[in-house]
């Protein structure tokens, strides 16, 4: 379903807007950006973000991960008890796609609060998506003038690359720039956070396999794939709608349906995945699904992984110990159904 084009993914267009009508601007953006886009609107915004976000830009933050993470490592390092998820987990991934972005300085603790309340708010109820008005109004004034800035000052971030990006002529406009600058900084921070934090609690499941990580770091890119696959952090993409009656499996979906692909049970086929409940660090090959395929395939794959690599080798390498300071049984995943990760890890470091 994420090639077919008789799944759509323009929401939009067949009336069942994820959001309310009455949704205040700065949510709409969410929905007007190329998630929720098809062919050939998706495919000139990709092509334009593609531009600026190229392997080469990421394979150069490399370093700044690495600062990053060590950054964080340090705080978590020496204190009693930490929250895996806000302490570390949540801190990385915001402060390297805010690196990336160029949003620095003053404006980035500022910032942080307001992506905050702004992403907790999508996934609570309706109150506090009124809550976070304030803050989501403040953070589209932010990427306003920060494109305005990046357009008379450019420096060699990302929004300055997405303001300078043309194809053939064509560029982002205003309201295109805002969205993808939401997108970017949602699909970028909470998706890998999830991932840490969930690997690293997959690892504590599995000592073994923890074990063999410490002994052996040079696993680390197959342990992120396996990881990657057996505690997805996105269970399921963003929904599709279909756009003529399709048969699936024996069941007939009829035109207008609601579809969600989901890619945790996609990632636990046992006709993929030989013994697929179980983690297995060395797992090759490992065709997961993780980051989707199809024209939306994850943009930020490469940079995903990236942290995902840098972070858990910290982790394991600097900690001999990584316990849980709870009952495992008392973690709890976060309640927004499209993303998968706890709300808190608690654990102890020595
Ligand atoms: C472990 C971390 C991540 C996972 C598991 C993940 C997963 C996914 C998945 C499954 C999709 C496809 C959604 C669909 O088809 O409905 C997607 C799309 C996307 N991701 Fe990620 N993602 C991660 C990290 C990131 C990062 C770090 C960025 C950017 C900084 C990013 C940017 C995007 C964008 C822009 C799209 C939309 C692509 C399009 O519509 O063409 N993601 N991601």
Redesign the pocket.
């Known amino acids: 379903m ?1 090639t077919d084009k008789v799944f759509s ?1 323009d929401a939009n267009k067949h009336g069942t807007m994820p959001l309310p009508r009455w949704a205040p601007t700065t949510f709409k953006l969410l929905t007007q ?3 929720f ?1 098809d062919d050939p609107e ?1 495919a000139r ?2 092509s334009l ?1 593609s531009r600026a ?1 190229t392997p080469k830009l990421v394979q150069s933050m490399s370093d700044d991960v690495d600062r990053v993470v060590a950054k964080y490592i340090e705080r978590i390092s020496g204190r009693a008890e930490v929250d895996l998820v806000e302490d570390f987990a949540v801190q990385v ?1 915001l402060e390297v ?1 805010s690196r ?1 972005l160029g949003i620095g300085g003053a404006d980035a603790d500022q910032f942080h609060q307001w992506l905050k309340k702004f992403a907790d708010s999508t996934t609570n109820g309706p109150l506090d998506l009124v809550k976070a008005l304030p803050a989501a109004r403040k953070m589209r004034k932010m990427f306003v003038r920060l494109a305005e800035d990046r357009r008379s000052s450019p420096d060699d971030r990302l929004i300055t690359a997405l303001v300078e990006a043309c194809d053939g002529g064509d560029r982002l406009d205003d309201v295109e720039m805002q969205a993808m600058i939401l ?2 900084l949602l ?3 909470d ?2 956070s ?2 840490i934090s969930t690997a690293t609690v997959s690892l504590l499941d599995n000592p073994d396999q923890l074990e063999r990580l410490r002994r052996d770091p040079g696993l680390i890119d197959t342990a992120v794939e396996e990881l ?1 696959r057996y505690n ?3 269970p ?3 929904p ?1 709608f279909t756009l003529d009656d399709v048969e699936m499996s024996g069941t007939t979906l009829s035109a207008g349906s609601k579809v969600l ?1 989901m ?1 945790i049970s996609a990632n636990r086929d046992e006709s993929v995945f030989p013994e697929p409940n179980t983690l297995d660090l060395t797992r090759s090959p490992n065709k997961h ?4 395929f ?8 490469q ?3 990236l ?2 690599r840098a972070a858990l080798l910290a982790l394991v390498q600097r900690f001999d110990e990584i316990e849980l300071a709870v009952q495992r049984s008392a973690l709890r995943f976060k309640r927004t159904p499209s993303l998968r990760g706890f709300q808190t890890v608690p654990v102890r470091l020595r």
């Open positions: 994420h993914s950006s190329m998630v886009k998706h915004l990709r973000v976000f991934p796609i990336m997108l970017l699909a970028g921070h998706t890998t999830n991932l990657l997805s952090p996105v399921c993409g963003a599709r692909g890619i699904l993780a980051f989707a199809g024209p939306h395939f994850c943009l930020g794959s940079l995903a992984r942290e995902g």
